[in-house]
């Protein structure tokens, strides 16, 4: 039964025979990693498989999983995480760090729920990863485009079909543009109603390697000393629409924290936004909802 496990384990991978723990200090693989969310070790966290030609083929995550994978890796342009690791069946991922896992969750599965804009960005964005053919990089050939359009059922008038395809290839984000600014009646996403809101709620980080936590610090004679211990963190994630840059930074206002401060007799006064803060978790929550703003009490997650 063992040697079966082995040889199933082994025929998942690219490269059979690259270590599936790393020297010097035992990280996993991504094949491990894989292994445990999917149940298949294969080494890439895109979706599906890439065709190199002649024969030769890179495996990814070929369907959806229980418990999905955001990796830090991402935000720095290293990886590409498909959307079966990015929109798992429940509200739970793993969280890649150089040297660490930690889990992200949220209590609430509507967390996952698509408005109509992103409904229809990820069919579009779904009909352009199948044409990639760059592992990818975000760009698809003219011939692939013209599939695009048939399958997402977009109308491009003709001097903007040219203007895309210019240069021989197309890239997402200048097609995108060119789909944010199109009517609906077109298949594109411009809609003078504004009703594509943003979304907020709350999502927690869980650390499960101590970490020194000033809010829970002990007075000594010393001063006050650090509490080592495994941290859980609630992070208020406000998503705003997707639109250009340019109107996202004019429009976007953020919500303020969900801290218990409420005002007493002030309910119609509107609260100032708290500024947003930062840390390197924000870059992985990014990955699956682009732009996103976060806030959090106490010290900031710690994905290391």
């Known amino acids: 039964m063992a040697k079966g496990v082995h040889d199933a384990v082994q025929a998942d991978r690219d490269d059979p025979s ?3 723990v790393t020297a010097p200090f035992g990280h996993a693989s991504q094949e491990i990693v894989n292994l445990l969310l999917c149940g298949q070790a294969v080494p890439n966290v895109f979706d ?4 190199l030609g002649g024969g030769m083929f890179l495996k990814g995550i070929s369907t959806r999983v229980e418990v999905g994978f955001l990796t830090l890796l991402e935000s720095l342009n ?3 995480v498909g959307q079966n690791l990015k929109c798992p069946k429940w509200p739970i991922w793993v969280i890649g760090s150089e040297s660490h896992y930690t889990v992200l969750f949220a209590l609430d599965t509507s967390v996952q729920d698509e408005n109509e804009l992103e409904e229809r960005e990820s069919q579009i964005r779904k009909a352009f990863d199948a044409q990639d053919q760059s592992g990818g990089g975000g760009f698809i ?8 359009l048939r399958e997402a059922n977009v109308k491009l008038p003709r001097e903007k079909f040219d203007n895309l395809c210019s240069t021989g290839f197309i890239v997402w984000s200048e097609f995108w543009q060119v789909i944010l600014d199109l009517d609906k009646n077109l298949g594109g996403l411009k809609d003078s109603t504004g009703l594509m809101g943003k979304k907020v709620f709350d999502l927690y980080h869980f650390n499960g390697i101590a970490k020194s936590d000033l809010n ?6 010393g001063g006050e000393t650090p509490v080592q211990r495994p941290r859980l963190t609630k992070l208020r994630v406000s998503v705003p629409p997707r639109w250009t840059p340019e109107e ?6 953020v919500p303020s924290g969900s801290g218990g401060n409420e005002s007493s007799g002030k309910e119609t006064e509107v609260a100032k936004p708290e500024p947003p803060q930062h840390a390197p978790l924000v870059d992985c929550i990014r990955t699956r909802w682009p732009r996103a703003v976060c806030n ?6 710690s994905i290391v």
């Open 18 to 20: 690259l270590p599936l």
């Open 48 to 51: 599906g498989r890439m065709d």
């Open 78 to 80: 290293f990886c590409k």
């Open 141 to 148: 050939s003219v011939e692939g485009f013209h599939q695009v």
């Open 216 to 221: 829970g610090s002990q007075l000594s004679s």
């Open 248 to 253: 996202f930074l004019a429009d976007v206002v």
């Open 296 to 301: 959090w009490v106490g010290d900031p997650p």
